[in-house]
């Protein structure tokens, strides 16, 4: 690192800004990883029921906070993570990268020049990252063509979220975008795939509950688009990704899986409150993790017209984003005119 570079580092105070809940499968490795760039680590924790907190309390960068919320909020997690940042006092800019538990940094930020543009880009600035999907062999990918919005040179604007799928971070109207192309984010949410089916199963009954009028093929689409990859997408990760996080001794490739998921208990509990066919509609009856000691209490409500649309979903949705897709989307319409 240059003198130059090095005066310019010391003028940015870096805040890692993650929510967790039950994250105990990989909140390690993440906490590990994120010290290595980030001065602060914020975690804002929701009613965690595993060792979560536990595990941050190994940290000393780490500044635990409770999120109080009994429901789904983003943009409310999102501010109480954001306003953490800017109480805390800092010289020159503070640079906010907003991750998940189960994302982490692609490990050549520690010699990418592109590390130190970030670093220097001017406040209000939006940093965008790929997503590096990782299978669960834990040696190739898919990366989707989308950037997204994790990282902001903070300026003191206002977060506008939405309840769900919102931006992390504050997202100015015609704000500069600086945006990455050799850094990029490994994001191992697919390396457990009953855990991902587990946490899509949720998100599907959220949007039933909470967007009545949502159409159920929609839904489907939206929450099932990991089956449209095809083969030509599949690459191998490259060594630099990882290859610093090894010789931080920090392990990369193990995968913690657990026998129950806390969302499946949440569905379960929806279940039990609004009754199984207010769900029917929405392809989840699958899972034997829904299915209690009597079985019979969330047995599958679906009607024989349920699962022929199911089918169709399921048969079209790798060519949902291939050759057929039109003809596809067509159909879907239709379709949805009158289910």
Not at 117 to 123: E, F, M, V, Y
Not at 276 to 289: R, T
Not at 304 to 316: A, G, N, R, S, Y
Request: with cysteine.
């Amino acid at each position: 690192m240059t003198e130059k570079e090095s005066i310019k580092y010391s003028e940015v105070t870096t805040f890692c800004l993650t929510p967790i809940k039950n994250e105990s499968w990989i909140l390690d490795r993440f906490l590990k990883c994120a010290s290595l760039w980030a001065d602060h680590i914020i975690i804002a924790d929701q009613d965690s029921a595993d060792s979560s907190k536990d595990i941050t309390k190994r940290y000393p960068k780490v500044r635990l906070l409770e999120n109080p919320s009994a429901i789904f909020n983003e943009p409310e997690r999102q501010s109480l993570l954001i306003n953490a940042a800017r109480r805390i006092p800092a010289q020159g800019k503070k640079l906010l990268i907003a991750l998940d538990a189960d994302e982490m940094l692609t490990a050549n930020f520690l010699h990418s020049p592109e590390w130190n543009s970030i670093l220097n880009a001017d406040k209000g600035t939006l940093i965008k990252f790929q997503w590096v999907n990782l299978r669960s062999d834990l040696t190739s990918c898919w990366i989707p063509k989308e950037d997204h919005i994790l990282g902001f040179m903070d300026d003191g604007s206002d977060h506008q979220g939405k309840t769900i799928h919102s931006h992390r971070v504050p997202v100015p109207e015609n704000a500069p975008s600086l945006i990455c192309k050799d850094i990029k984010v490994l994001h191992y949410q697919y390396t457990d795939w009953q855990r991902m089916q587990s946490k899509h199963r949720w998100y599907q009954c959220w949007e039933r509950l909470n967007k009545p009028n949502q159409k159920s093929i929609k839904i489907y689409r939206q929450y099932h688009h990991m089956y449209a990859i095809r083969n030509k997408d599949i690459i191998p990760i490259k060594k630099e990704w990882i290859r610093e996080y090894y010789n931080h001794k920090i392990d990369m490739t193990t995968v913690h899986q657990l026998s129950s998921y806390w969302w499946d208990k949440e569905v379960r509990i929806w279940f039990e409150t609004y009754g199984v066919k207010k769900f029917k509609k929405e392809n989840i009856w699958a899972s034997n993790q829904l299915k209690s000691k009597e079985e019979s209490k969330y047995s599958d409500p679906r009607t024989v017209i349920d699962k022929i649309v199911h089918q169709w979903l399921k048969i079209t949705q790798r060519a949902f984003v291939g050759k057929l897709s039109l003809f596809i989307k067509l159909v879907d319409k239709i379709i949805s005119l009158i289910y």
